[in-house]
Antibody, heavy 121, light 110 residues
Framework: QVQLVQSGAEVKKPGASVKVSCKASGYTFTNYGISWVRQAPGQGLEWMGWISAYNDNTNYAQKLQGRVTMTSDTSTSTAYMELRSLRSDDTAMYYC??????????????WGQGTLVTVSS | QSVLTQSPSASGTPGQRVTISCSGSSSNIGSYYVHWYQELPGTAPKLLIYRHNQRPSGVPDRFSGSKSGTSASLAISGLRSEDEADYYCAAWDDSLSGWVFGGGTKLTVL
């Protein structure tokens, strides 16, 4: 069965960086993409970006350009999302989600369990 | 302020039919597929409807989606208590060159 298992909760200070992992299993990793979506406490969903596990093409949300980097490791079927220069308003639950298209974004059919990132001094 | 507009709340009694709307523009809903996600309390979002009106396997046919112009709708018939959740619409947006969500609709089953 398809599973996306994310790394554990993180507490970071303002200005620091965080790297969240998303390990995929139950399907051929390189046939799909991975999107990252976050949700601040009590708020709605926000798309952060997408990476193709097929060719490592990426597309980042304009708002996060320059602060976010998404990578993938096909040898371990793991996707990573790194966010730099953290601010208090980056405090959120971060989700990875599988995208059926390896060439461009489409929709997200399986989701990880979420990783809570707290930014606090 | 979300790019796609949803009513913040909706409600219904068991067995009723409720509709949740999602309004956008020509740069998103008017030109691209709309997808719907269900977020049950304390859990990750789940794909409910994709490409306007397609249901993934395992999603009951009580859930249906439609699109007209720059708006889309999610309909839930035969409402059940376990349908109480937040519902989000999503679509690609040309102006932002990215995916956008509605602000979410909290459905309460009375």
């Amino acid at each position: 069965q398809v599973q996306l298992v994310q790394s554990g909760a993180e507490v970071k200070k303002p200005g620091a960086s965080v790297k969240v992992s998303c390990k995929a299993s139950g399907y051929t990793f390189t046939n799909y993409g991975i999107s990252w979506v976050r949700q601040a406490p009590g708020q709605g969903l926000e798309w952060m970006g997408w990476i193709s596990a097929y060719n490592d093409n990426t597309n980042y949300a304009q708002k996060l350009q320059g602060r976010v980097t998404m990578t993938s490791d096909t040898s371990t079927s793991t996707a990573y999302m790194e966010l730099r220069s953290l601010r208090s308003d980056d405090t959120a639950m971060y989700y990875c989600a599988r995208d059926p298209s390896p060439h461009s974004g489409s929709y997200w059919d399986y989701w990880g369990q979420g990783t809570l990132v707290t930014v606090s001094s | 302020q979300s790019v796609l507009t949803q009513s913040p709340s909706a409600s219904g009694t068991p067995g009723q039919r409720v509709t949740i709307s999602c309004s956008g523009s020509s740069s998103n809903i008017g030109s691209y597929y709309v997808h719907w996600y269900q977020e049950l309390p304390g859990t990750a979002p789940k794909l409910l409807i994709y490409r306007h009106n397609q249901r993934p396997s395992g999603v009951p046919d009580r859930f249906s989606g439609s699109k007209s112009g720059t708006s889309a709708s999610l309909a839930i018939s035969g409402l059940r208590s376990e349908d109480e959740a937040d519902y989000y619409c999503a679509a690609w947006d040309d102006s932002l060159s990215g995916w956008v969500f509605g602000g979410g609709t909290k459905l309460t089953v009375l």
